[in-house]
């Protein structure tokens, strides 16, 4: 089976002075601004980093809930934050990317929740795009 999704960038102007807007063709994020100002300023808007954290948190917690799935278990409530860094290191850069990871999952201890959780980090197919290290924070509440 082979999928194909799309998602696009129109932007106007220099570096600094212009300005963009994303969009997906679900409309999911349709026209959604963003620009300099909000990737390197911390000005509001998006931009590119935080739609990676987002796809990638969505990936790698509908991975780990198949894997769950696999093992036995079904969770009640699983939340992920992905922090993406960017840094200049010889140019911009994505550094390190981090997943923190809180969930309610009925009759997993620790241990087996985090083999099955660093196993869907490894396999979750965002995950597989980046060259960055990928930290996993995982707990259980």
């Given amino acids: 089976m082979k999928i194909n999704r799309k998602g696009s960038a129109h ?7 212009g300005r963009g807007a994303i969009s997906t063709d679900s409309k999911a ?3 959604h601004p963003y620009g300099f100002a909000s990737r390197f300023e911390g000005v509001a808007g998006t931009n590119p ?5 987002a796809a990638h948190a969505g990936c790698f917690t509908m991975a780990l809930s198949l ?3 696999q093992a036995g278990f079904k969770a009640d409530a699983m939340d992920t934050v992905a922090t993406v860094t960017l840094e200049d290191v010889d ?3 994505i550094t390190a990317i981090k997943l923190d990871l809180t ?5 997993i201890d620790d241990a087996k ?13 965002v995950s597989k795009l ?11 509440a």
Avoid at 103 to 107: F, Y
Avoid at 130 to 140: H, N, R, S, W
């Fill in 91 to 93: 140019g911009f850069t």
């Fill in 11 to 17: 932007w106007e102007g220099g570096l600094k002075d």
């Fill in 130 to 140: 980046f060259k960055a290290p990928i930290t996993l924070d995982a707990k259980l």
């Fill in 49 to 53: 980093e935080e739609l990676l954290g």
């Fill in 113 to 125: 929740f985090q083999e099955i959780s660093a196993g869907a980090k490894a396999g979750c197919p």
């Fill in 103 to 107: 969930a309610t999952i009925p009759g």
């Fill in 29 to 31: 994020i349709d026209a």
């Fill in 67 to 69: 894997a769950l799935e």
